[in-house]
């Protein structure tokens, strides 16, 4: 049973893929382009190795293309790792031995209060139910906006 969950674990890993919305073209210039990317949750740094994660990017109009300049940023913000495009096609692109570079630990807490909590979400804060993991608010782009909006979920006293 532990090898059919393990089997199923790594079936999800080679599932996770680099949404072509969280990609950034940050400049082009005539010999190769700088590209910024965020990775969505649950990709670590070992799947850069993959070069199966950038398919749908691959299929979008921001594919990536052979030496260009790519730093990727994880979900969590905790490191990030600046590669160059060694290889790319229609369905792959290949990162040439990315560097990785870690952050320290987020000193930022964010707020809980027991039955909501903020959460960072790769592209700015919302507000979720802590029983059920629901989203409760839009994204918002700090803390202290969602931290309002926490406080909003709950009734006024007349």
Known sequence: M?????LSSSDLRKRLR?????VTINSQGFSFREIFAR???GVIADDLKEPEIWKNVQLSNKALRKFDRVIVVSFDESWLAEAYVENADSEMALLAKPRIVSFSERTEKL???????????GAGYD?????????????FANSPLAERALANLYPRRV
């Open 39 to 41: 990775l969505p949750s």
């Open 127 to 139: 507000v979720i139910r802590l029983r059920d993991e629901a989203k409760m608010t839009d994204t």
């Open 18 to 22: 680099v949404d072509p919305n969280a």
């Open 2 to 6: 532990n090898d059919t969950v393990a």
């Open 111 to 121: 707020f809980s209060d027991g039955t909501y909590s903020v959460r960072w979400t």
